[in-house]
């Protein structure tokens, strides 16, 4: 089973600055990668898929980078909505598996 | 537009079955794998297993393997999955989540329904 850890666990930021999250694979998922953003209370949104792909209706101060084992989501200037928890998932082989998430809050 | 809606929230004891449904409409379901996907309190999201609705193959988790089945009513455009042997440790908000395209990423979700396992 691949592993996906996320970091930082948490990121405290302002609207307006740069957020920069991580997800490291324990093997190579070539760019089957994707990001889910999760508020309190909802089910999670695609935003990114196969790595640097934004999903249908996604803001294009999201983007995603990376291949092999490492990979990031940037934020290029948050907005109030983007505080949330974000998770990375895979593809590659069965079980796809996920991250444990970051949280990205308000400072 | 894409819609998933799920039954509601259930309380069972250990030892019983579950089953949650999702209902697709707004595409052609048959068009789409469906996946499971739960999430226990404070952990992360777990994939469970998905079934394509045109032929009705099925994956399932391997941890899972044994006590979950998912199924599906084309006529009725809905998904099912039935867990059995409820333990405490599956006590969770369930989802369901349509595959974008062949691909296994997941595109659209239900609402996402809560599975309480206590005695």
């Known amino acids: 089973e691949i592993v996906l850890t996320q970091s930082p666990a948490t990121l405290s930021l302002s609207p307006g600055d740069r957020a920069t999250l991580s997800c490291r694979a324990s093997?190579?998922?070539?760019?089957?990668l994707a990001w889910y953003q999760q508020k309190p209370g909802q089910a999670p949104r695609l935003l990114i898929y196969?790595?640097?792909t934004r999903a249908t209706g996604i803001p294009a101060r999201f983007s995603g980078s990376g291949s092999g084992t490492d990979f990031t989501l940037t934020i290029s200037s948050l907005e109030p909505d983007d505080f949330a928890v974000y998770y990375c998932?895979?593809?590659?082989?069965?079980?796809?598996?996920f991250g444990q998430g970051s949280k990205l809050d308000i400072k | 537009q894409v819609h998933l809606v799920q039954s509601g929230a259930d309380v069972k004891k250990p030892g019983a079955s579950v089953k949650v449904s999702c209902k697709a409409s707004?595409?052609?379901?048959?068009?789409?794998?469906m996946h499971w996907v739960r999430q226990a309190p404070g952990q992360r999201l777990e994939w469970m297993g998905w079934?394509?609705?045109?032929?009705?193959?099925?994956e399932y988790s391997q941890k899972l393997q044994g006590r979950v089945t998912i199924t599906s009513d084309t006529s009725a455009t809905t998904v099912y999955m039935e867990l059995n042997s409820l333990r405490s440790e599956d006590t969770a908000v369930y989802y369901c989540?349509?595959?974008?395209?062949?691909?296994?990423?997941?595109?659209?979700w239900g609402q996402g329904t809560l599975v309480t396992v206590s005695s």
């Open positions: 989540a349509r595959d974008r395209f062949a691909s296994g990423d997941f595109d659209f």
């Open positions: 707004g595409y052609t379901f048959t068009g789409h794998a």
């Open positions: 079934i394509n609705p045109g032929n009705g193959n099925t």
């Open positions: 093997q190579s998922v070539r760019r089957y």
């Open positions: 196969d790595a640097s």
């Open positions: 998932q895979h593809r590659t082989n069965w079980p796809y598996t």
